[in-house]
């Protein structure tokens, strides 16, 4: 079992930056690779970031690239997003999420936080 905890999260202007943080107890995150998702009100919940279990290879959304950074330390059994020049359409609850695949679906991830809220205002 893992145990998953975000924080960062919080009010924001447009072009500013955030960090999120996700931090898990129980089971070390070696185990699998961990992924941000987000879910803006009355939108399915989509994938944002993926890193695998070493952190060697990162995935995004088209539309953070260039702008968010997943990264892990496995050794404080963290996962971070880094998330600069946000924009309004960035507004959100942001998830992290553990599985042992390497995988955008939600349906794979088996652990998940409770989520932490992003907004940023125009």
């Known amino acids: 079992q893992v145990q998953l905890v975000e924080s960062g999260g919080g009010l924001v202007q447009a072009g500013g930056s955030l960090r999120l943080s996700c931090a898990a107890s129980?089971?070390?995150?070696?185990?699998?690779?961990m992924g941000w998702f987000r879910q803006a009100p009355g939108k399915e919940r989509e994938f944002v970031a993926r890193i695998t279990r070493s952190g060697g290879i990162t995935d995004y959304v088209d539309s953070v690239k260039g702008r968010f950074t997943i990264s892990r330390d496995n050794a404080k059994n963290t996962v971070y997003l880094q998330m600069n020049s946000l924009k309004p359409e960035d507004t959100a609850v942001y998830y992290c999420?553990?599985?042992?695949?390497?995988?955008?679906?939600?349906?794979?991830?088996?652990?998940w936080g409770q989520g932490t809220q992003v907004t940023v205002s125009s």
């Open positions: 129980g089971r070390t995150l070696n185990y699998y690779t």
């Open positions: 999420a553990a599985s042992q695949a390497y995988s955008i679906m939600t349906r794979l991830y088996n652990y």
